[in-house]
């Protein structure tokens, strides 16, 4: 992991965690902008730049899909770090991100009951055995937020192909042990508006939140 970066107000109750590359950075003001537009509400978003995408955010070791570059298992280190920042129990903590972050952040969920809400946007959730994964554990959190772009599933890649399928059955087995749980269809290709999709992710979360008795 590398630095981490705020945004936002630091003495704000509710705190918004995402983890980012540099690609991610550059959209940074045009999310918080929208976030901002779509809630009205007030919030700290705490970015942990990543060091190595597909070694820090991988909850298991799997082999390459794209490329040469396989998926470590560097997830529970990760979280360890984000956890520590995570200590104060009067504030509502949100886990978010975009594709394999997005991965990262609903794994997250079923590891600790610390975050509120996972806002995940077109998350990697391909990836090997991970529905399995979730058909066999309990997810900690009460709402989820789930995305994905309507064109993600029309690639040659015949793991990548499946993400349309998995994310459909993802979003009806959470529904199904009474997760508040959405799925959004946007519209394009996986790198289509990263940065207003992880936007309305955490927005849904937020408007959610302020409907609680």
Known sequence: MQQVQEFGNASSKTV???MADDHDLEGMQSEIT?????T??????RIFK????N????PWEAPAVFGKEGFGAGAAKTLEEVLKSCADQDKTYYVGGYSLAGLFALWSAYQTDVFSGVAAASPSIWYPKFLDYMKTHNINCQRVYLSLGDKEAKTRNQVMATVAERISEASTLLQSQNVNCTLEWNEGNHFRDPDLR???AFAWLLNAEKHLP
């Open 16 to 18: 918004l965690i995402q």
């Open 34 to 38: 929208a976030i901002r537009e779509m």
């Open 40 to 45: 009205g509400a007030d919030f700290l978003l």
């Open 50 to 53: 990543v060091r190595s995408w």
């Open 55 to 58: 070694e820090d955010l991988s």
């Open 198 to 200: 992880t936007a309305k």
